[in-house]
């Protein structure tokens, strides 16, 4: 059984490609440092429309991108995912289907954060997230889940390195590798763990905070359904015991 991290992002800033490209191998070692420590085997990659192969010593690293859909986003996990994408171009379908033709599975992220493709009922997911950022989410996700009959997963979302890990995944294989991961998923023999102690807590309410100040539906012109607080996410529903 492995502990694995399906969703981290190994820059805090989007944008500035050619900056973030020399950062990047800083990003991978301090999350496989932060991963270690929190008795992970491993974490994919997921960065924003592109892919970089890395290794470590620490860790193992799986390849992955987080595909901006016309609809929210999907993570690609695998061993071959597409090494770049154009934010915004691709349908959810197209995305799928560009995933499944490179040995990959497609996970939907944060389904109730910006995201209107779980409304997609024929669409060939292969699994849906549990986001580290909105664990409350959890019942609805898997109601979701249990309706397509789809695995949960875990990601922290992490784009500091000092989050990762506070959601992950157990995989139930004999080795860890992209290709067992995908046959991991699509046989169900996955599960999604939340870590829920006082520093993942509080990280969480200043999640919400800072989420709260953006004041996203500033930026957007047409707001989708998860715009600011997901279900469950208020401030009074969310009052750590």
Avoid at 27 to 53: Q, S
Avoid at 118 to 129: C, F, G, H, Q, R
Avoid at 148 to 175: N, W
Wanted: hydrophobic content about 35%.
């Amino acid at each position: 059984m492995y502990a694995v991290d399906l969703h981290a992002h190994t820059r805090f800033f989007h944008g500035h490609r050619s900056l973030g490209d020399r950062f990047d191998p800083i990003g991978v070692r301090l999350l496989a440092w932060v991963t270690g420590r929190r008795g992970l085997h491993g974490f994919a990659t997921t960065n924003h429309d592109y892919y970089t192969p890395f290794s470590s010593s620490v860790v193992t690293v799986l390849p992955g991108i987080e595909v901006t859909t016309t609809r929210g986003h999907l993570l690609v996990v695998g061993p071959d995912p597409p090494a770049e994408t154009e934010p915004g171009e691709l349908t959810p379908a197209e995305a799928v289907d560009l995933a499944h033709d490179r040995d990959c599975v497609a996970i939907v992220a944060h389904p109730f954060r910006n995201s209107t493709i779980t409304e997609l009922e024929d669409l060939a997911v292969d699994a849906i997230e549990i986001n580290g950022k909105h664990p409350r989410t959890r019942p609805l996700v898997a109601e979701i889940a249990d309706k397509r009959g789809l695995p949960l997963v875990g990601g922290s979302d992490a784009h500091y390195p000092f989050e990762a890990g506070r959601a992950y995944t157990l995989i139930d294989a004999e080795e860890l590798t992209p290709e067992s991961v995908v046959e991991a998923i699509r046989d169900d023999r996955v599960e999604a763990r939340v870590v829920d102690g006082r520093f993942d807590q509080a990280l969480r309410r200043g999640y919400r905070e800072i989420h709260r100040r953006k004041h996203p539906e500033d930026i957007l012109g047409k707001p989708t359904p998860g715009i600011g607080e997901p279900p469950g996410e208020s401030d009074a529903d969310n009052r750590d015991s």
